[in-house]
């Protein structure tokens, strides 16, 4: 009974993840436009109502509203409508009159089925901070021709919920006496791409100071971006690389806040991943990506090394493993400290990571200090790893983390290294998640994988073959693997093309892989 419930909150028809997810974050709007109090009114209405029926996402639009005596307008298109919303904010001060106005435009791009959208209902949750960094107070705002208290008991509020339900409207907030520097989208109240007139100053002051968590972490997320495709086109033109001092400053000031959840410390400064940035780019480049990567990771090691010392020395615990919230995010931002202080070439910090290792009180922590070591080749690691593998041969889930970890490594001609361990004794080829870890987890390396010599490509193209003969449905997953060769250097695609029709060339190939190689090829 829960289950049709849930899924008819949802308005699934399948079960892909991409419907899951959607479906989650329209149900958190609804919370998001009616609080927690208005939400928990919702939904007892709603199982009130129908408890043990099917029903409809129309039944559930209908229980938040009735329960709260609210209109929805254009909500239900959220169900109805496919594509992500494009949302563009301008901004514009009027000093004499001390009003600050936020304009929005909204389209949905075209689907297949659908080439005409309506707008949509897109509650927008923003703050305003002033030239200190601090939360403004809002009290009232102009929105279509009328004066809105935005105020709560007479009381003025620090964020409020926008409601964006047409192609084009403006919000102009009354009594700002400053010009502001907005913070929207708070929280990611509504699942929209976002883009604003914000400039670099302004996403540096965010990162700096906002309130918000999560657009403080998109903040840094933006720049970053940002900063590493601008570094790619100086490495591709071969100019000299620098990082830019505010961009430490503000991931020094978010490191040392200690106000902060330390969970959101690690995840906000945490550099985008290399696949990010090559799907942002034309022609995707590995290698340029890759060597960016790097030296921000190494000038960031550098620069903050007193920090993410006093990070790792301050989150260290002697304690029995304890499953909870403040231990989880302790060990998250110790781990990620150490990982940058690992990219350095600093035989200090070897000796800090294999006291981390020898001294760790739980998986967790062995692991990360296993994966800092793993960075940089040689006897240490070598040592470290069979170390790893002696103390937990027996959990196979770990033992697949352990070959992941070593199939995804960035050290050079690690193909070979992979290759070695397809015959280690707990691999084995007919063991799905066995293939998963470590064929997987190589076809994730952009170092390796796309090596220009091709032989990471090569080497897939093998294990295709062998895995077709023992399990098509996996050896379809790898082959997937090449399914973007297109978006790469005329190089690297002849190459992948070359395996590609080799493996379509081959006798008995699978329906399964013959349909994703095929597709490939097309």
């Given amino acids: ?9 949802l ?37 009130k109502r129908h408890d043990g029926q099917a029903v409809t996402c129309e039944d559930f639009f209908a229980a938040m509203r009735d329960a709260n005596s609210e209109d929805f307008a254009n909500f239900l298109l959220w169900y109805s409508q496919a594509g992500t919303p494009v949302v563009k904010v301008s901004s514009s001060y009027n000093a004499e009159a001390h009003t600050f106005s936020l304009k929005f435009s909204q389209e949905v791009p075209p689907t297949p089925g659908q080439p005409v959208k309506e707008p949509m209902f897109i509650p927008l949750a923003v703050g305003l901070l002033d030239s200190s960094g601090k939360d403004m107070p809002l009290s009232s ?12 008991n007479n009381q003025p509020v620090f964020n409020t919920v926008l409601r964006v339900t047409k192609k084009e409207e403006e919000f102009v907030f009354c009594d700002i006496f400053e010009r502001p520097i907005p913070s929207l989208l708070r929280g990611y109240s509504a699942p929209v791409r976002l883009e604003s007139d914000l400039s670099d100053s302004n996403l540096y002051f965010l990162l700096a100071h906002d309130s918000d968590e999560f657009n403080r972490w998109e903040a840094g997320q933006l720049l970053a971006r940002k900063l590493m495709l601008s ?20 991931l020094r000031s978010i490191l040392c806040d200690a106000g902060l959840d330390k969970e959101f410390i690690a995840k906000a400064i945490t550099l985008p991943g290399e696949g990010e940035i090559m799907d942002m780019m034309e022609v995707a480049d590995p290698d340029a990506v890759h060597a960016v990567r790097t030296f921000i990771r190494k000038e960031l090691a550098s620069q903050l090394k007193s920090e993410f010392l006093s990070t790792v020395q301050n989150n260290r615990s002697s304690e029995e493993y304890i499953f909870n919230h403040p231990n989880m995010a302790r060990r998250a931002l110790k781990n990620t400290a150490l990982a940058y202080l690992a990219s350095l070439e600093d035989p200090e910090i070897t000796e800090l990571a294999l006291h981390e290792y020898n001294t760790a009180t739980n998986m967790t922590d062995q692991f990360a200090a296993l994966a800092a070591i793993a960075q940089k080749p040689g006897k240490t690691r070598d040592d470290v790893l ?26 050079p001609g690690n193909v070979e290294n992979v290759r070695n361990l397809l015959n280690h ?28 010599d091709g032989s990471g490509y090569k080497f897939l193209g093998e294990i295709v073959l062998q895995l077709d003969k023992i399990n098509p449905r996996v050896a379809s997953r790898m082959v997937s693997a090449f399914s973007r060769w297109k978006r790469y250097d005329e190089s690297r695609q002849n190459l992948t093309k070359q395996q590609l029709e080799m493996i379509m060339s081959a006798n008995g190939l699978s329906e399964n892989v013959f349909e994703i190689a095929s597709k490939s090829l097309a």
């Fill in 425 to 452: 004794p707990a691999f084995d080829l007919c063991n799905p998640n066995k293939v998963y870890s470590l064929i997987g987890g190589f076809c994730g390396s952009p170092v390796n994988f796309h090596a220009k």
């Fill in 141 to 152: 705002l102009y929105h279509d021709g009328t004066l809105q208290s935005v105020a709560s």
């Fill in 386 to 411: 069979a170390d790893f593998y002696s103390k937990w041969k027996h959990e196979y889930l770990v033992v697949n983390k352990w070959f992941a970890l070593q199939a995804m490594s960035d050290i």
């Fill in 1 to 9: 009974m829960i289950f049709t419930v849930y899924e008819s909150v």
């Fill in 11 to 47: 308005g699934l028809s399948t079960t892909t993840v991409t419907v899951y997810e959607k479906g989650a974050e329209v149900v958190r709007m609804y919370k998001t436009l009616l609080g927690t109090q208005g939400f928990r009114k919702g939904m007892d209405l709603y199982f």
């Fill in 231 to 250: 570094l790619v086109s100086d490495f591709q033109q071969n100019k000299p690389l620098t990082l830019n001092p505010k961009f430490v400053q503000g």
